[in-house]
C-alpha cells in the first residue's frame, strides 16, 4: 500500500484517514510476518554459531592446555584438584561419579527402551494352585517415557557441566600464567551470598520450574505422537507406542465418520469461538472498566472509596463461589426467571444456559460482571497518572468530553495498557474456570459429539482439553495435540501483535 | 461578570449537576447489580422450609439449619484442607516469587533474557495439560486422593515462580544506587536484600502472601484432578461443586450456600483488611507485566 506523506495524510478527510489507518495496519502484517521469520532464522542461526564457537573453544582449550586441564576432560574436577581447589574439584568430581552411576545402573535402559516404549505387556497366567488368572505386569510404557526424558535431561546437564568443567580449567590456568592466586573454598562460599548470589537465589525457583513444568510439558508433547489413552495406559491394560503424526492427522483431517463431524470441524468451530469468546472478554471488560473507573473518579462525585471497594470487594470472594452461584441463578428454575416471571413480564423461562446463542452472550455477559472490579483498578491506577493539564488545555482549546476521552485518555491508556491487552487476550483464551463452572460447555452441540467427551457450544479449546482427558475414553494424546495446537495459536498471536504494534504505535504517538 | 457568561457558567453548573446525578444512579445501579448474588447467597443459607433451589430470595422460615447440617458432612475436613494448602502455599510461594523476581529486576547476567523469554514461551503452553503426568506421578509417590493435600500444595509452589511479573514490577521501582551505595561500603549482595530491600518491600510481600493465600480457595480444576473421587483429599472448591451436580442439588442448594458464605466471609474480610497493598500491586505491577 502507499504510504502518504505527512503532509498528504493531513489533507485527507476523517474516513479517508481512518480507512489510510486499516489498510496500513493490514498491509503491515505480512511484513510482519515475514520479519518474524527472518528473526527466528537468526535465532536458529545464533544457537549453531554459539554452538560452533564452544567446539572450537573446547578444542583449541585441550590443545594449548597443561596435562592437568587434559586429564581433566576424562576426569572431571582434575585440574581444580591438582591446583588445589578442593571444593570445586570435589564437586564436579562427585556429579560425574553419580551421572556414570545412574547411566550404567538405569539410563541406559530406560534409554535403550525409548524407541519401543516397552515389548512385553501385561499377561495373564494361569494358577494352578489358586484356580484363577493372575496378571503380571512387565513393561510400563508411561515409566520408560518418563524416566527417558529425565535422562535425557540429565545427559544435557552433565554435557553443561562438562563444558563448564573445561572452561574452569581455561580460566585456572590463565589466572596462575598472570602470576595471581587462584579463588580458595573460603571464596567460593562467600560468592554464593555476592557474586554469585543470583544463581542462588533462582536454584530452588528454577528447579520447581524445571521439574514441574519444563519437564511435564516435554513429556506432553511427546504424548501426542503415541497413542495413550484409557485404553492404552501403559502399564494395567496395553502398553502404549510411537505412532507418528497420526494423531495430527486425525485432527486436522476433514473426513468424518459416523454421521458426524470431522474432528477438524470441531475444532474449528470450537478454536472460532474461543477467539471470539477472548474478544469480547478483554474488550468490553477493557472498556466498561475504564468507563466505570472514569465515573469514579469524576470531579464531584463523593464516596469514592466508597464505590470502590464494593467492587473490590467481589475480587476477593472465590470465583467459584460466585460463578457457580451465578449459573444457578440464571438456571431455568433460578431466581432470575423467577423474578422475571412473578413480575409478569415473561411467561416463559428465558433459555440463559439452553440455547446455544443465549448462553454465549450469558457468558460473555456474567464475565463482565466478574472482571470490571480488576480492570477498574489498574484503569484508576492509570488515569491519576495522566497529567491534569492535559485536559485543562485541551478544555481552553475547546475540547468537548468526548474529544478529550478519544485525544488523551484513550491514547494514553492504549499506549500504557498494551501488553496488558495480549495477555489478557490470551489470558481469556485459556479462561477455564469462567467457562467451566458457569455451563460446563452447555449446551451440547448433537453433532460434535463424536469428537471426545461432550461439545458444547460454549467450550473453548481448554474446557474442551479437559474434557477430553477426564472423558470416558482419556484420549490423553488427543489433548496433547489440542495442548500443543493451542500453543501454536497463542503463540503466533502474540508474536504478530508484538511484531505488528509497535509501527502502529509510533504512527499514534505524535497525535 | 458579563450576563451572557454568567448564563453560560450556570448553563455548565447545571449540565455538570445533571451529568453528576446520572453517574451516581450508574454508580447505585453497579453496586446494586455487583452486591446481589451475594446478598442472595447470605440469604438463601438461612433457608430451613427447603434444600433445593427456588425462585424466591427472602426465605419463609429462617434458621442456621444449614449451618449445623454442615458439620455432618465432609465440610470441615474440605476447609482444614484448604486452609492448611493456602497458609502453606502462601508461606513458601512468596519466597520463590521473590527470589525469582528480586533475581530478575537486580542482577545482570548472561541468561537473564533468555530465562524471561523462555518463561514466556513456557506460559504459553496450557497448564493444564502438565497435570495428566503430575497426577501419575504424584499417584506413584501417593500424594494424591485422600493424601492431596500435600501433592497440592507441591505443585503450586513449584512452577509459581513463572508468576514473578508484579514483584519484578515493584522491584524495579526501588532506586538502584540504594545498592550500590551499600556495595561500595562492602555489603554482600546477600546483605543488600536484606538489610535494604527488604525492609523496603513490605507492600509487595504482604500482596504476594495475600494473593498465594487466596489463590488455592478457589483453584478447582488442579484440586478435582488430584483429589479424584476421594472426598477426603478434595478442597472446598471441589466438595462444594459436587453438592451442585443434577442429582445433589435438590438435597444440597441451601448447604452450598452456607459453606459458601463460611469460606467467602473470612477471605472477604481479610482482603478488605489489606485491600490496600492489593490495589497497589495491581495498580502498579500488573501492567507493566
Redesign the interface.
Known sequence: MKAYSDLEFLRLNKWQKMLYKLGRFFSSIPKGVAQLFIKLWGLIKNVFLAIGREAKDIVSTFIHGDWKTKVSYLVMGFGCLARGQILRGLLFLLFEIVFIGYMILAGAYWLSMMPSLGKVGPSEVYDEIFDTYVTTYNDNS?KIL?YSVLTIFFIIAFIYTWRINIRQNKIAEKILASGKKLKSAKDDL?SV???Q??KT??A???T??I????L??F??VL?AFTNYDGAHDGYASNLFTWVGLDNFNTMLSWSSAGGTQSYAATFGEILAWTLIWAFFATFTNYFLGMF?AM??N?K??NLKKL?R??????????????L???S??F?K???V???L??MGWIDKALPFWEDATWARITVIVVNI?IGI??LM??A???LMNIPADLYESARIDGANPWQQYTKITLPYMLF??G??LL?SF?GNM?N??VI??LTGGAPTNPAASSASGSVGYTDL??TW??KI??GAESK?YL??VV?IL??IV??LI?LIVYNVLPSIKNEEDFQ | MSETSMKRHMGLRASRAISNTLIYVLLIAISIIWLIPFFCIVLQSFRVESTWQVGYVIPKQWGFDNYVNLFSTDFPRWYVNTFITAVCTALLQTVIVLCMSYTLSRFRFKMRKPLMRFMLILGMFPGMLTMIILYRVLKDLGLTQANATPGLILVYVASSGMGYYVSKGFFDTIPKSLDEAARVDGATRFQVLKKIILPLSKPIVIYTVLTAFMGPWGDFVFARYISFGASAGMNVAVGLYNWLTPDQINKNYTMFCSGGVLVAVPVTLLFLFLQKYYVEGVTGGAVKG
Not at chain 1, 521439574?211 to 519444563?214: E, I
Not at chain 1, 471497594?309 to 460466585?322: E, K
Open positions: 508411561f518418563l562467600r551470598v555476592d557474586d548470589f543470583h537465589l533462582l530452588l525457583p528454577l520447581g520450574i521439574v514441574f513444568t519444563v511435564p510439558i513429556f506432553m504424548v466505570v465515573a469514579i469524576k464531584g462525585i464505590w471497594t464494593i467492587l473490590v470487594m467481589t475480587i476477593a470472594i472465590p470465583q467459584f463461589i460466585s457457580l452461584y451465578v444457578k441463578m438456571a428454575d433460578g431466581i426467571n423467577g423474578f416471571m412473578g460482571w472490579p480488576y483498578l489498574i484508576t491506577g492509570i500504557i495498557t501488553p496488558y495477555t490470551t485459556n477455564f474456570n467451566y463452572l479449546l481448554i482439553l479437559f482427558t477426564t490423553y489433548a496433547s495442548g493451542v500453543f497463542v503463540a502474540s
